[in-house]
């Protein structure tokens, strides 16, 4: 499972980035957050977690109203987050444990790559 560039249209501009450099996107108010690879960049935008989530690739799980995690970066989880290959941690909401559980395996046996 490859992502490539994919651009995010969204309602105040359209920002080409490659899906496969996002670890996760964090909601701050009326603004998201985009944590990105290498040097740790994040980029602020104006955007709904619904926009996004409708834009993203199957490598993208929506863990907690607050959190969108690219699962090619887990590292390990428990019951109420997830650790990143970075060494964030982003939550898991306790009514979607179960259904992350499955879909992160999912995810894995059809050949996602992670270094867990």
């Known amino acids: 499972m490859t992502v490539g560039k994919t651009g ?8 080409m980035l490659d899906q496969a450099e ?8 009326k603004k998201v957050e985009i ?4 040097t740790q960049e994040r980029i602020e935008i ?6 996004l989530m409708g834009q993203l690739g199957e490598n993208f799980y929506r ?3 607050a959190y969108i995690v690219n699962m090619a970066y887990i590292t390990e989880y428990d019951k109420d ?7 964030d941690k982003v939550y898991v909401a306790k009514k ?3 259904e992350f559980v499955k879909v992160y395996k ?9 270094s867990v």
């Open 35 to 38: 944590h990105t690879l290498g």
């Open 63 to 65: 863990s907690h109203r």
């Open 8 to 15: 995010l249209f969204l309602k105040t501009k359209k920002l």
């Open 46 to 51: 104006y955007a709904t977690m619904e926009e």
């Open 81 to 87: 987050s997830v650790t990143l290959t970075n060494g």
């Open 96 to 98: 979607k444990y179960s």
């Open 106 to 114: 999912h995810y894995l046996i059809d050949g996602g790559v992670s």
């Open 22 to 29: 996002i670890l996760y996107i964090e909601s701050r108010a």
